[in-house]
Structure formats: structure tokens, C-alpha cells
């Protein structure tokens, strides 16, 4: 994974840890508790299995709206790296291991736009179709899976095709948890999401020929 990832690991060391780092991922567990207190309260009729969705919907939601939105308006506005906002932090932070996010790279932004638009929304109308058990449930289910996989294939490919020159895995943190865990994870999800509609669609499916059969 380090070999498949490695970009610039000849830079200036620096302090690994700041408060920086500790307020950064404190954001994001806040995010997910987040997450998880949205379902608990709306998510009540549900089942288990769809509660724990609804804790990812709602979190991948206020990710792409509090986090990844004030990213798009920075970069919209000029990069994150020149700007003095206290939202610009966090992505300086992240900007460490990837620095394509300090200075408004274009396929990035690209990207961005279409996730905080498309995939956010998509995350609210299916915390809808779980909560009301809407027919359309699996429909958006699957497309926001494949919305989010071929954005991550989009963030990362571009730059290993050139030797991942942004990419700085001198250490842990950057690699595992920057790189490897918080992009990972919309990788994972996504994908057990769509194995879940694969199974409920065939689940349903098997469900109809076996009610058309006792008709006959």
C-alpha cells in the first residue's frame, strides 16, 4: 500500500502532532456523532441493520456539506492555501499528505462540486427512502455507491498514473490515517451498501416468483 501510494517523501520533516491535528480529528468525530445522534432520533422505526446505515448517510451528508462544501467555496474563491479562514485549517492539515487540496487542483474541485451537490443530496433522499420504506430505496442506494467509488477512483488514479508526486507518505499519520482511513472508508461502506441492495433486490425478487407460483 506505501509503495502504491508513495509520493514525496524527501520534504522538510515538521511536527507531525499540532493542535492542528488533535482540533482536525476532534471535527471529525464530532461529524460522526453527529451521525449517529441524527439516526438515533429519526431512524427510531428502523430496523438495526438500517439504523447503522443511517449513521453513515447522515454522517456522509454533514461531510459533504460542512467539510467538503467550504472547501469547494474556498477553492472557488482562490485555494487553501492562501486563505486566512479558520475553516481553511483543517484542510491545510490534510493538505500534508495530499497537497493537491492546498492549491485548487482542477480534477479535485471537479470532484468536490459533483460530491457535495450530487452525493449529498443523494445521502438525504436516502435517509428519506429508509426512514418512509420507499420503493425507490435500493435505486438511489446503488447509485450513491457507484457516485462515491468512481469519486474516489477519480481523487486518486489521476495521480498515481504521474507517480503520485502530491502525495507525502513519509509517516503514519498521513499515509494510514489521512490517506489509507478517511478515503478508505468511502470505499468500504460504499461497497457493503451495494452488496446490502444486492441482496434486498434479490431477496424481493425471490419473493415474487414465489408468490407468482402459489397463483398458478
Known amino acids: ?3 502504491f501510494l508513495k509520493g514525496s517523501d ?12 488533535a482540533y482536525s480529528l ?4 464530532a461529524q460522526l456523532f453527529l451521525g449517529y445522534a441524527l439516526a438515533r432520533r429519526l431512524g427510531g422505526g428502523c430496523s438495526g441493520p438500517d439504523r447503522l446505515v443511517l449513521v453513515w448517510l447522515f454522517y456522509d451528508a454533514v461531510v459533504h456539506f460542512t ?9 472557488l474563491a482562490g485555494t487553501v492555501a492562501t486563505s486566512d479562514s479558520v475553516l481553511s485549517l483543517l484542510w491545510k492539515e490534510y493538505g500534508k499528505a495530499d497537497t493537491r487540496w492546498l492549491h485548487a487542483d482542477p480534477t479535485v474541485v471537479s470532484i468536490e462540486i459533483l460530491t457535495v451537490v450530487l452525493d449529498g443530496l443523494l445521502a438525504l433522499v436516502l435517509v428519506y427512502a429508509i426512514i418512509k420504506d420507499k420503493y425507490y430505496r435500493h435505486f438511489i442506494q446503488i447509485t450513491l455507491c ?3 467509488l468512481y469519486g474516489g477512483w477519480m481523487t486518486f488514479c489521476p495521480d498515481w498514473l504521474i507517480g503520485s508526486p502530491n502525495l507525502n507518505t513519509s509517516n503514519w499519520l498521513y499515509l494510514w490515517v489521512y490517506l489509507v482511513f478517511f478515503n ?9 451498501l451495494l452488496w446490502q441492495s444486492w ?10 416468483r414465489g408468490q407468482a407460483k402459489k397463483l398458478r
Open 1 to 3: 500500500m506505501a509503495e
Open 10 to 21: 524527501h520534504r522538510e520533516p515538521q511536527a507531525l502532532v499540532s493542535s492542528v491535528t
Open 26 to 29: 476532534a471535527a471529525c468525530a
Open 67 to 75: 467539510l467538503e462544501g467550504p472547501f469547494v467555496y474556498l477553492s
Open 146 to 148: 457507484v457516485c462515491e
Open 184 to 192: 478508505g472508508i468511502w470505499v468500504i461502506v460504499p461497497g457493503m
Open 199 to 208: 441482496v434486498g433486490l434479490k431477496t424481493m425478487h425471490c419473493g415474487k
